[in-house]
């Protein structure tokens, strides 16, 4: 029981905002790319892909900083550093996972697959790059991002909506993971872990409004390329209503309720694409 716990722990299904902060952007190109007529298959996969997809990325997350995590007040107690797992149990872990994934992949077609082999490999990487690239959550931003992998799945490749959708979720991720970053700044310095709020110093709230303000504008172009009604536009001006209040939490340190305020942001967007895609 208390094995079972911890694997829960491990693949953080305590803590589902991370889920969600990938399942809305999936659900979103989903309904983007099909133009609101998927299928309900598709509508399955890329529900338990997401799920699949973020407990692997936090298990080898989880692997790969064994000897960060206990000198990290808010990671200290997480099955590896609490030695509630040892990382050969971790490590079997992310093997099912990663079968299960396989499994799952082998239900879609062929460019899905390749796709997402080569972002598997990028979420593999990514907890690495902490260590040597000074901005971690740019490559977060471009790894756990489902745009294209969704577009493969829905043979949608080519729509011209897919580069921007991908560009203005990367930006939106980049944005509230440095929010998040701001959390663990002194554990970082101390560590001598990259961030982009240590990168940007103190024009990190500057630089994550100036990332919330490319989505928007991102996102008003995808309503154009897909040729949505006058409600999405609408819908995307008040999404900025979400970043305000983002930066006023931001402003009084509550920079976690500030990361945590995007799992309703993203909601919300997969809200109005189904709305708008239900006036048409």
Same mark, same amino acid.
């Given at each position: 029981m208390n094995k079972a716990l911890a694997?829960?722990?491990?693949m953080r299904l305590d803590k589902p905002i991370g889920i969600y902060l990938l399942l809305w952007p999936a659900l979103l190109a989903l309904v983007i790319s099909t133009n609101g007529d998927f299928e309900y298959a598709d509508l399955l996969i !890329? =529900?338990?892909?997401?799920? $699949? !997809?973020?407990?692997? +990325?936090? !298990? =080898? /997350? @989880? =692997?790969? @900083? #064994? @000897?960060l995590d206990g000198g990290v007040e808010r990671t200290k107690t997480r099955p590896i550093p609490s030695k509630k797992l040892s990382i050969s149990e971790s490590w079997a872990v992310f093997a099912i996972l990663g079968v299960l994934s396989l499994m799952l992949l082998s239900l879609t077609n062929t460019n899905t697959m390749y796709v997402s082999i080569c972002f598997g490999l990028m979420i593999v990487i990514y907890p690495l790059t902490k260590r040597f690239f000074i901005g971690p959550q740019i490559f977060l931003g471009l790894t756990f991002n489902p745009t294209i992998i969704v577009y493969a799945m829905t043979n949608e490749l /080519? /729509?011209?909506?897919?580069?921007?959708?991908y560009f203005a979720i990367a930006a939106k991720t980049i944005a509230f993971d440095s929010f998040y970053g701001l959390c663990d700044i002194d554990d970082d310095k101390k560590l001598g872990i990259n961030?982009?709020?240590?990168w940007w110093g103190s024009k990190t709230l500057l630089i994550i409004a100036i990332l919330q303000f490319t989505v928007i504008g991102l996102l008003l172009i995808v309503g154009l390329k897909a040729g949505l009604s006058f409600a999405w %536009?609408? +819908?995307?001006?008040?999404?900025? +209503? *979400? %970043?305000? %209040?983002?930066? #006023?939490?931001?402003?009084q340190k509550n920079?976690?309720?500030?990361? #945590?305020? /995007?799992?309703w942001a993203s909601l919300y967007l997969l809200? $109005?694409? +189904? *709305?708008c895609f239900l006036i048409i």
């Open positions: 694997i829960f722990e491990l !890329v =529900i338990a892909g997401s799920i $699949l !997809v973020r407990s692997a +990325g936090c !298990v =080898i /997350n @989880d =692997i790969w @900083d #064994k @000897d /080519n /729509n011209p909506t897919m580069i921007f959708l961030s982009t709020p240590l %536009y609408i +819908g995307i001006i008040l999404l900025s +209503g *979400f %970043y305000f %209040y983002q930066h #006023k939490l931001a402003s920079f976690l309720l500030a990361f #945590k305020n /995007n799992h809200m $109005l694409s +189904g *709305f």
